[in-house]
């Protein structure tokens, strides 16, 4: 195990400090609207301090209260996707010249190095399947390689859940495992530090904390263990790619269908989507054009439009695909599940349509099935 | 800088004008180096960029060694292949692939092919089938099946007629409607393939069209024994990257621009001709 220090809550500008003082710019939660989110700050006084959130299926409530800590909150509907696979960006830019001659230029490259600052573990792993998506297949996207190449990230251990979170039945946990540079966990009076890199230890040594003693350890482990254990939502498997496969004609989807609005809100929201629309923004002139990215989502009809025909015209088909997807054949395509269980589709889902409630609908005759199967095998 | 989603520039040197709303681009890269490297097979495709407008998926149907040049076949349907048919002979674009899994080539030689298209002109069977033709001792027999609702609808009917001449070569075209002078079969041109005569154990199939016709090919294939691993379909679906990164082109697990579009039928079985995929 590493390394655990203490910092206490009157030393986490310090910490900002260290790490602006190095070159980074910083984004971190903050109340905006009546949610949390992740926006430049300097200052720890811009964090949400006593700041609790309350989720139910299509209600989010962010209220003020005496207690202490800035992460009593679980998350907004925005966190960090933003910052590395922007809503909207260019790609490139074409001028043409009197006789027609056509000049590319790659959009600009010059990723500041950012700091991601009290990222939650769910947003921590959909970002390193975001990774999968833009990085490490077979073809790159040199943009976001290079802002992930430049990002540090402070992680912030949950210690509570929301009831709508299910990162555990998701194959996840409210602590992050990997891909951070430190890791804080909350304890009453500040905080206990891990680092997972070595910029993370330069930037610990540099602060000159004790280590945490037993007791704090103790406590932080705990606080992430009643996160867990909070949680009442589960999925019915971590791989349920079969079980969706051989049940694209059940019932339940015609009874989602009804419900859902096709808003396309739960991709919007949803850490792991990475489905985007390329389009040319031209001059007036006609002589330059911006060629720009910008999400996309299943639920729109131009998603699958070809020639002349929407291959899901139905919502029926939309929710389809997107259920499938995400905990199933994401799995063929990045070899695990394309949800984190971070919930944000069951609070901002204007209908309140729960991930967790249609996917055991579905899967759960075939897994009892299979189960069965497999005890008599 | 290496960027996946960066177009060169290329020059039309030729355009041929193949039938109402459809004509070939003949192309060049204007960076001689580019355009030496440039390597594809048939099956692959280009994302084409019209200044200013958009860019779209097209297939190479050139043969990959004839010459400096490589063309492709645009039908207008829309807003960027309406802008290229305005385009004339020395206009720029901007070009970046070449993009997927062509047809299985290798696998093929030495084996009787069968190529079924339906539907209007289908590029990625013209290119195959180019390059069968121009390789003739490498394959066997050669089956061209080719269907189309409407007997005004068979672009290229001269060429047709000319195939004739090549050995060993068996064509079946048909028209759901036809006019009177209509050569070839009046009727849906599947309904030929239990009269064919395969041989289960050398043939490979390679097909092209709408996805219901496509399904009623591999039924009546499947009627000759012939291995599912041998039949072969090019899919279609919206493209925005081609690189695997928009999400567009999804079919289950597959992302038809880099996975496909040429796929043998058990890799999408599992989802083919499924309503909504
Ligand atoms: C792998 C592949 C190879 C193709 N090869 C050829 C070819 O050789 N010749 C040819 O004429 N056409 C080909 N097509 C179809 C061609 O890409 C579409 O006709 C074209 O995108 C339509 O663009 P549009 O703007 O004129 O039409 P619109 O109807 O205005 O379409 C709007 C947008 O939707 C998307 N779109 C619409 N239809 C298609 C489609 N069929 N496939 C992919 N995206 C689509 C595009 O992003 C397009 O810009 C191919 C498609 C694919 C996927
Ligand atoms: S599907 Fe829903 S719960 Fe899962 S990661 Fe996406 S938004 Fe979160
Ligand atoms: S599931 Fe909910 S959020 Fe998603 S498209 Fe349907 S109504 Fe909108
Ligand atoms: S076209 Fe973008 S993922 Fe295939």
New interface residues.
């Given amino acids: 195990m590493n390394q655990s220090y203490y910092l206490p809550h009157t030393k986490l500008q310090s910490l900002l400090d260290a790490i602006i003082e190095r070159g980074y710019r910083c984004v971190g939660p903050q109340t905006r609207g009546g949610t949390i989110t992740y926006d430049d700050f300097s200052q720890v006084k811009e964090l949400p301090w006593g700041y609790e959130d309350e989720q139910l299926p299509g209600q989010y409530t962010l209220k003020k209260t005496q207690k202490t800590g800035y992460f009593n909150w679980v998350n907004g509907p925005q966190a960090i996707k933003p910052e590395l696979f922007k809503p909207k960006e260019s790609?490139?830019n074409?001028t043409?010249d009197e006789e027609?001659?056509?000049?590319?230029q790659?959009a600009q490259?010059t990723p500041a190095p950012l700091c991601l600052f009290g990222v939650r573990p769910c947003d921590i792993a959909a970002m390193q399947i975001q990774d999968k998506?833009?990085i490490t297949?077979?073809?790159?996207?040199?943009r976001y390689a290079q802002r992930r190449e430049n990002t540090l990230i402070i992680a912030a251990n949950c210690i509570t859940s929301s009831n709508n979170c299910f990162c555990v039945g998701a194959g996840g946990f409210p602590k992050a495992e990997r891909g951070y540079d430190i890791a804080l966990t909350e304890i009453e009076d500040g905080f206990t530090l891990e680092f997972g890199s070595e910029q993370g230890s330069d930037i610990i040594a540099s602060l000159k904390l004790s280590e945490a003693d037993g007791s704090q350890i103790n406590y932080a482990k705990q606080r992430i263990q009643e996160a867990a254990d909070k949680q009442t939502k589960t999925l019915p498997g971590t791989n349920l790619r079969d079980a969706l496969?051989n049940n694209?004609d059940h019932p339940r989807w015609d009874a989602v269908a009804e419900r859902c609005l096709s808003c396309g809100n739960c991709t919007q929201v949803c850490p792991t989507c990475?489905?985007?629309?390329?389009?040319?923004e031209?001059n007036v002139k006609?002589n330059h054009?911006e060629?720009v990215?910008e999400w996309?989502s299943?639920f729109t009809q131009?998603?699958?439009?070809?020639?002349?025909k929407v291959?899901?015209s139905?919502t029926?088909?939309r929710y389809?695909?997107w259920l499938?997807?995400k905990l199933g054949?994401?799995?063929?395509?990045f070899g695990e599940s394309g949800c984190v269980g971070c919930g944000r589709c069951v609070s901002w889902c204007p209908v309140g349509i729960d991930i967790t409630e249609e996917a055991t609908a579905i899967c759960s005759d075939f897994i009892n099935l299979e189960n069965k199967e497999n005890s008599h095998g | 800088?290496?960027?996946?989603?960066?177009?060169?520039?290329a020059k039309i040197i030729e355009r041929i004008h193949e039938g109402p709303g459809i004509f070939t681009l003949r192309l060049q890269f204007?960076d001689p180096k580019i355009n030496e490297a440039y390597t594809f097979a048939p099956g692959q495709f280009n994302m084409l960029?019209l200044?200013?407008?958009?860019?779209i998926a097209i297939s190479i149907v050139s043969d990959p060694h004839s010459d400096e040049y490589y063309n492709h076949t645009i039908r207008v349907?829309g807003r960027v292949t309406r802008g290229f048919e305005q385009l004339e002979c020395?206009?720029?674009?901007?070009i970046r692939g070449p993009y997927g899994r062509g047809w299985p080539l290798e696998k093929a030689k030495g084996k009787d092919v069968v190529v079924i298209t339906g539907g209007l002109g289908c590029a990625p069977v013209v290119s195959v089938f180019n390059y069968i033709i121009n390789r003739r001792s490498e394959f066997g027999t050669i089956s061209l099946m080719q269907g189309v609702k409407h007997s005004s609808d068979l672009i290229f009917r001269e060429r047709f007629q000319r195939l004739k001449d090549i050995p060993n070569i068996k064509i079946y075209v048909g028209a759901d409607k036809s006019d009177m002078h209509w050569p070839w079969y009046k009727g849906r041109v599947l309904d030929l393939v239990p009269k064919m005569e395969l041989n289960p154990d050398n043939t490979i199939a390679f097909m092209c069209g709408p996805e219901m016709m496509m399904k009623a090919a591999v039924e009546a294939l499947a009627e000759h024994n012939i291995d599912e691993t041998d039949l072969y379909l090019n899919m279609?679906?919206?493209m925005?990257?081609a690189?695997?990164?928009?999400?567009?082109c999804?079919y289950?697990?597959?992302?038809i621009c880099?996975d496909g579009p040429v796929f043998s039928y058990p890799e999408i079985k599992?989802l083919f001709a499924?309503?909504?995929?």
Avoid: A
């Fill in positions: 790609l490139w074409v043409r027609g001659k056509l000049s590319f790659p490259l998506v833009f297949g077979t073809y790159r996207d040199e496969m694209l990475f489905c985007h629309s390329e389009e040319d031209p006609g054009s060629h990215r996309d299943c131009g998603h699958s439009y070809i020639h002349g291959i899901r139905q029926r088909q389809r695909q499938t997807h054949t994401w799995h063929d395509q | 800088m290496d960027d996946t989603y960066l177009p060169n520039e204007t960029y200044h200013g407008v958009g860019e349907v020395g206009d720029c674009i901007g279609e679906r919206n925005h990257c690189v695997g990164h928009c999400g567009h999804q289950g697990g597959q992302f880099k599992e499924k309503e909504g995929f």
